[in-house]
């Protein structure tokens, strides 16, 4: 998927051009804008790393539930530009889509045990004691 393939489906989402359509040079060139300021945002969040697209032919290749969270929420960015409101179910895609990104990008935590507490030996649940 190029970042032209994704701006057809921000502004197909938005409702402002149709399936057979296809969007005006300034259009494209606005959504593309849009696409790297909202990437942009993500950079400081954690479990987000930024990218940037410097042209919009180029190969965009996102893991999945990348392309339909930075789908959702640029239609939901971008819809009052042209005297829109994105949807509910892209308002509830959008978020749900981050949301779950998000968590799945989060850092698991590492259970560190304090080096006194296993010199006693493993811990028995049946015997209730140290072996």
């Given amino acids: 998927m190029t970042a032209n393939d994704l701006i057809?489906?921000?502004?197909m989402s938005v409702g402002v051009i149709g399936e057979a359509d296809t969007p005006t040079a300034e259009q494209a060139a606005d959504t593309f804008v849009s696409i790297?300021?909202?990437?942009?945002s993500l950079g400081g969040a954690e479990g987000?790393?930024?990218l940037q697209y410097p042209?919009?032919?180029a190969d965009i290749g996102l893991d999945?539930?990348?392309?339909?969270?930075?789908q959702?929420?640029?239609?939901?960015?971008?819809?009052p530009d042209y005297g829109k409101e994105a949807s509910p179910t892209i308002q509830r895609l959008a978020a749900s889509t981050k949301r779950a990104l998000k968590r799945r990008s989060a850092p698991?935590?590492?259970l560190r045990v304090d080096p006194l507490i296993?010199?006693?030996g493993e811990y028995n649940v049946f015997t209730d004691d140290y072996t």
């Fill in 64 to 70: 999945d539930g990348y392309e339909l969270m930075i």
């Fill in 108 to 110: 698991v935590p590492t």
């Fill in 48 to 50: 987000f790393v930024t």
């Fill in 8 to 11: 057809r489906r921000i502004l």
């Fill in 118 to 120: 296993r010199q006693r």
């Fill in 72 to 79: 959702t929420n640029v239609a939901m960015m971008i819809a």
């Fill in 36 to 40: 790297n300021q909202f990437l942009n």
């Fill in 55 to 57: 042209n919009p032919t």
